[in-house]
């Protein structure tokens, strides 16, 4: 069957998220970080599985939040770094330190390990 056939990307990516997500679990002191990836932008959660809550979230989407370019970048993986160490710095103000990474059946590179690699930068552990 051919990739592009219809949904079966869509259903290939879920497969894999629900491979990842019967190893991991998120709980308060520890929380899940899970990346969405769409075309143009990035969204990244910290979720309580425990309790079934979000403990802060940020998208490259949304207005004002400080997202912009970063040297030596491309538009779209700086968007994604200053959206992960934004995050990072949300979860330290919510006294998180470290987190369980959850890239959502998305491969690790590009845009999913820049995101990464910002809230790395944030002072977020994983």
């Given amino acids: 069957m051919a990739l592009n056939s219809s949904g079966e990307r869509r259903r290939r990516r879920a497969r894999r998220h ?59 993986v700086a968007a994604s770094y200053v959206a992960g160490r934004l995050l990072a710095e949300q979860a330290r103000e919510r006294g998180i330190e470290s987190a369980v990474f959850d890239r959502g059946g998305y491969r690790y590179q590009g845009r999913v390990k820049a995101f990464a690699d910002g809230a790395r ?4 552990q994983f």
């Fill in 121 to 124: 930068a944030g002072g977020l």
């Fill in 18 to 76: 629900r491979r990842v997500l019967k190893k991991i679990r998120g709980t308060a002191q520890r929380p899940r970080l899970v990346v969405s990836r769409s075309l143009r932008h990035m969204e990244g959660q910290l979720v309580d599985d425990d309790r079934g809550i979000t403990i802060a979230g940020i998208s490259t989407r949304a207005s004002g939040s400080g997202v912009s370019e970063v040297e030596g970048m491309k538009a779209k």
